[in-house]
């Protein structure tokens, strides 16, 4: 498997607090992205990365921000909790635009919004 | 991305093969067929992909069709770990920001 791993796993907060979700990776991949997934609605990317410093938005970015400081490393941040986020939030990482370019997934955090 | 349309729910039992299809007659050419699955409550995992030619790998085989409206995952001797969500995905491997669309998939239940 994927060196990915996710912390928290769980948690619980209430509305209006700020929320960092980290997304940690050994394998030195280029690509990390931020998923949230809901009920009918599959999964949504949120932000993604194509390297350190280097961000963009994705599908339903409204309410969050991403930092990636160094490789391994991309943070999501919940600036203000809402009810609505509360969801599973999934990191990915890939390793290059092209060739295969499949996505390893993280084990997913819980996120609850009070 | 093209939108791929897959049955909801399918049954299989143990040790037998599970045919999934999936649908996606708006594929483009340079777009490739991706499969994905989602044990509950785990991160989706990558099985296979192919662009035209038939792939098999260690976990599945891919069969697409010639006119690439269609494909169909393979499980050759399905096991009651391989009940999950099944995600048929096309999209081109070096469009911007690498993001996955993942419909609503087929759930998968192998049974005993």
């Known amino acids: 498997d994927a060196g990915i791993t996710q912390s928290p796993r769980h948690k619980v907060t209430e509305t209006g607090t700020p929320v960092t979700l980290r997304c940690h990776q050994t394998?030195?991949?280029?690509?990390m992205y931020w998923y949230r997934q809901d009920p009918g609605h599959g999964l949504r990317l949120i932000h993604y990365?194509?390297?350190?410093?280097?961000?963009d938005k994705g599908e339903v970015s409204d309410g969050y921000s991403v930092s990636r400081s160094k490789t391994e490393d991309f943070l999501l941040t919940l600036e203000s909790a809402t009810s609505s986020q509360t969801s599973v939030y999934f990191c990915?990482?890939?390793?290059?635009?092209?060739?295969?370019?499949?996505?390893?997934f993280g084990p997913g955090t819980r996120l609850t919004v009070l | 991305d093209a939108k791929t349309t897959q049955p909801p729910s399918m049954d299989c039992a143990e040790g037998r093969a599970a045919n999934l299809p999936c649908n996606h007659s708006?594929?483009?050419?340079?777009?490739?067929v991706y499969w994905y699955r989602q044990i509950h409550s785990q991160g989706p995992q990558y099985i296979i992909h192919?662009?035209?030619n038939n792939e098999t790998n260690e976990m599945a085989s891919l069969i697409i069709t010639e006119d690439r409206k269609s494909s169909t995952l393979i499980l050759p001797h399905a096991t009651l770990r391989d009940t999950a969500v099944y995600y048929c995905?096309?999209?081109?491997?070096?469009?911007?920001?690498?993001?996955?669309?993942f419909g609503g998939g087929t759930r998968l239940m192998v049974k005993p």
């Open positions: 990365s194509y390297g350190v410093k280097d961000t």
């Open positions: 394998e030195n991949h280029r690509y």
């Open positions: 708006t594929i483009s050419g340079n777009e490739y």
């Open positions: 192919g662009l035209k």
């Open positions: 990915a990482i890939s390793g290059s635009a092209g060739g295969r370019n499949e996505q390893f």
């Open positions: 995905i096309v999209r081109v491997p070096d469009n911007a920001g690498n993001m996955l669309t």
